[in-house]
């Protein structure tokens, strides 16, 4: 019920969705304004996190699993990657809760930018070598607990007045097929941020 509902807010949406009509350029210059735009991506999904009691993935602590079993009662350990020498478990906590402990601070994932041979093969293989076609160089995301959570910020991004939502793609709809992405579900936005840092730069869209 919670995925039906969350397919029909997304269907809404769509009247808020633009034409993203990029001119060709090199694949040197994306790659330099991506950097730019990868600053301001990071901030405001941290500000959306926030505000939606998102979580972040921790990257492995170097002091070993004992250190990080400390009172954080929200700490989530979802997976556990096993191979013949590592043993590590994906550990997730709130945003708010890692930002107030500099341990767990200092060990968040953050965004980056898409690999110069990933984005070579996309370019190959997908888009006839048009570099404005390839739209995911500036790349990040949220983690968050429920249906009604990704609605909820779906809203706050939505009414963002320096973010225009050009492209959704939601693969929580029961209608899509998990088979194509193994099994893999999210929703994926494509965004243009319009605010100071993106015009000083000349990077706004």
């Known amino acids: 019920a919670e995925f039906s509902s969350l397919g029909k807010r997304l269907d809404a949406a769509k009247n808020l969705l633009v034409s ?3 001119k060709s350029f090199s694949l040197d210059t994306l790659f330099a304004q991506a950097a730019g735009a990868q600053v301001e991506l990071d901030a405001k999904v941290r500000e ?4 939606c009691g998102g979580l972040v993935e921790l990257l492995p602590a170097r002091q070993g699993p004992s250190h990080v079993q400390h009172a954080h009662g929200s700490m989530r350990r979802l997976s556990q990657h096993n191979n013949e020498k590592v043993q590590r478990r994906i550990e997730f906590v ?5 930002l107030a402990d500099k341990a767990l601070s200092a060990r968040m994932k953050q965004g980056k930018l898409k ?3 990933r984005a070579i093969e996309k370019l190959l293989r997908c888009y ?3 570099v404005g076609r390839l739209l995911d160089v500036s790349r990040s995301a949220m983690i968050l607990e429920s249906a009604a959570d990704v609605i909820r910020c779906l809203k706050v991004i939505m009414d963002d007045p320096e973010v225009t939502l050009c492209r959704i793609q939601n693969r929580l709809d029961p209608k ?8 893999y579900r999210d929703v994926g936005l494509n965004l243009q941020i319009q605010s100071d840092w993106t015009r000083r730069l000349g990077i706004d869209g």
């Open 115 to 117: 690999g110069w041979k």
């Open 128 to 130: 006839q070598g048009d």
């Open 48 to 51: 959306w996190a926030l505000e």
């Open 94 to 98: 709130k945003l708010e809760e890692a």
């Open 20 to 22: 993203n009509k990029d």
């Open 176 to 183: 899509y097929d998990s088979n194509i992405s193994a099994g």
